[in-house]
């Protein structure tokens, strides 16, 4: 199984036939397949929240129904600790995190493409230039750099993705860089200059949109993820979304205060709803990592 | 060591602490330029000989209304610093340092305690995966690695906490308090299991460590090891194992401090993640600022040793 060499599209000198989906091993597809879903519920329960469409208000309390098991008089998935439905409070939590993890994604994708493309086509200063800019933000821990953000400024979910979308730059900007650098010697990039077409069109349509598109989607994917794995862990920690605004990071946190007395529900749910949202997206990117760029990645 | 192996080390340890240096300063000025942009930030103010911005303001309240260079800000901040002066904390009075240096002893056994868990856990998974290709057995452990790694830690926190102490009252549930009894560092271990696995990275090493491995079983010299006779773990070891554990443990170390701040808070471990939130809540200047510093100071040194572990297995790489 894992000895016959699978050729992928994007690769190099890849002149098959066949389209991407047969090429691909089932394990990627699966793990593709299950993204998927995980993103088109995301999507969905993002739009019915914003339209409204829910079936309770996440705000309304109810005091006849503290701690509700799943199931129970309508509450698809139970209530918290104030007679909230649970289920509402998720959908809406989703807008905690999806605006901002999308500006934090805009943020390392632009600068990361923009910082890789500078090391990988431009030698010399430059590369050092981007290299130590990685290993600096490197050096720091991203949750520690964000409780400084926090500490200096103030805990707005914003500042955080803020950070978050910068600490993101230098993955992104490696691994375009390092494309590129591989790129940058080929024949079609030497003929595109023998053709005289200007340095612009070069980059911009021959590398980056040809050749590292995919990789851009791929780190969208699991910027998400990281998004989302920070959101929830600030909320928790009470410096992200704040009561009574919905958040899964800040449900876990008040529903953790009824664990010991065996009321593991209102907590397990959104923990769960982020175990699965964040496995999504993971398999989601790893999955087209290994479909559209070969196993080990340029 | 043999005598020829540690001319490159040294060679190669000048320049990377060199480096180490240059991206620390980096790192002080980014502490800098967060904190000086922060509305009522410690240099504009000084508070009750607080604060770095003090020592600059010695003269008292008329120089106040010089406005100082930034430039002239930071450096007076950072000799201050060289000279071991990270200020007092605002909450507390004590110096930051000294805190700093006690409590990071118990943020240091949990971090490093969390990545001796991981590799425990990761390493023969990933050497199984590595030796015998895609069964069905590493298939579902990798899945199952998969799905840990995407398992909020502050939760599974509380589930083992339920489970193991509230359920089974195997472990007392504040570690820290539990002295006096046999096997005190027993109690040590829920949260560093807790962190080693739930970090979050689980799944990343074991992929990493498996495509190593893979890799170098398909080299020749593994091939023309196995064909006259000899061991091919002994020659697989440095490569397919040692240098790539070093690597991405180094390159993990941000992530599992990140970890450790929420597990010291599910687990009210009393380390330094436990002491930063705090000192976000309180907006306590030196005190984040120092363990920031202090976090960046242990990156740098993990990945100074990574490359000295890469040096010494290969010292080719000190030539380059």
């Known amino acids: ?298 | 060591m043999k005598a020829a192996a540690i001319k490159p080390i040294a060679l190669m340890l000048s320049r990377e602490l060199l480096q180490s240096a240059l991206l620390l300063l980096g790192v002080s000025v980014v502490v800098f330029v967060i904190l000086y942009l922060a509305p009522g930030n410690p240099f504009s103010a000084p508070l009750e000989g607080q604060t770095a911005g003090q020592a600059t303001l010695a003269g008292g309240p008329e120089v106040l209304s010089v406005p100082q260079a930034w430039y002239d800000l930071y450096l007076a901040w950072l000799g201050k610093m060289l000279h071991g002066d990270f200020g007092t904390s605002i909450r507390t009075g004590l110096p930051v340092l000294a805190t700093i240096g006690r409590i990071g002893l118990n943020t240091l056994i949990l971090t490093l305690g969390s990545m001796v868990i991981t590799l425990l856990v990761a390493v023969p998974i990933a050497l199984h995966a590595a030796a015998r290709g895609d069964t069905n057995l590493n298939r579902s452990l990798t899945l199952l690695a998969y799905v840990v790694s995407a398992l909020p830690v502050f939760w599974f926190g509380y589930i083992v906490i339920y489970v193991f102490i509230h359920q089974f009252g195997l472990f007392p549930l504040i570690s820290g308090s539990a002295t006096g009894q046999k096997h005190v560092w027993l109690y040590f271990l829920v949260p560093i299991v807790v962190l080693g696995i739930g970090n979050g990275s689980l799944s990343e090493v074991i992929r990493t460590l498996r495509e190593e491995m893979s890799r170098v079983l398909a080299e020749d010299y593994i091939r023309t090891a196995r064909a006259k006779g000899a061991s091919v773990w002994k020659h697989a070891f440095k490569e397919g194992l040692l240098i790539p554990v070093s690597e991405i443990i180094a390159a993990k170390i941000p992530y599992i401090l990140g970890g450790a701040v929420i597990v010291e808070q599910v687990f009210n471990w009393p380390g330094l993640g436990r002491m930063a939130w705090q000192a976000a809540q309180d907006r306590d200047f030196p005190v984040i600022m120092g363990i920031a510093l202090a976090a960046a100071v242990f990156v740098r040194l993990g990945s100074l040793l990574q490359r000295m572990v890469f040096t010494a297995v290969n010292p080719r790489a000190s030539k380059e």
């Not at chain 1, 209530?79 to 939590?93: K, N, S, Y």
């Not at chain 1, 591989?182 to 980056?208: C, T, V, W």
């Not at chain 1, 993820?225 to 928790?236: F, K, P, R, V």
């Not at chain 1, 529900?265 to 990117?285: C, R, V, Y």
């Open chain 1, 1 to 298: 199984m894992m000895k016959t060499y699978i050729q992928r599209p994007g690769e190099i000198g890849d002149f098959s036939e066949l389209p991407w989906w047969q090429k691909a091993g089932t394990t990627d597809l699966v793990s593709v397949g299950f993204g998927l879903v995980i993103v088109v519920l995301v999507l969905v329960s993002y739009l019915l929240g914003s339209l409204h469409l829910l079936p309770y208000d996440p705000q309304q309390i109810d005091v006849e129904m503290l701690n509700a098991p799943p199931g129970s008089a309508g509450h698809l998935l139970g209530t918290d600790f104030l007679g909230r439905d649970i289920l509402a409070r998720l959908i809406v939590g989703i807008q905690a995190y999806f605006v901002p993890g999308l500006l934090a994604i805009a943020l390392s994708l632009t600068f990361g493409t923009a910082l890789g493309v500078l090391a990988g086509y431009l030698e010399g200063t430059a590369d050092r230039l981007v290299s130590y800019f990685n290993n600096l933000l490197d050096s720091f821990p991203r949750l520690v750099l964000i409780l400084l953000v926090i500490a200096a400024f103030k805990p707005d979910i914003y500042y955080i993705m803020v950070v978050v979308g910068i600490t993101g730059i230098p993955p992104v900007a490696a691994r375009i860089a390092g494309k590129i650098r591989f790129l940058r010697d080929k024949n079609f990039i030497e003929a595109a200059h023998a053709l005289g077409l200007p340095d612009r069109s070069i980059i911009l349509k021959h590398l980056l949109w040809y050749n590292c598109r995919a990789l851009l989607v791929i780190y969208a994917t699991l910027g998400m993820g990281e998004a989302i794995l920070m959101e929830t862990s600030l909320s928790y920690l009470g410096f992200g979304v704040q009561e009574p605004v919905p958040s899964w990071g800040n449900m876990v946190q008040a529903g953790a205060n009824y664990f010991m007395q065996g009321k593991f529900w209102s907590s397990t749910a959104p923990a769960l709803a982020i175990l699965f949202t964040i496995l999504g997206f993971h398999l989601l990117g790893d999955g087209l990592n290994n479909i559209l760029e070969g196993k080990r990645g340029r």
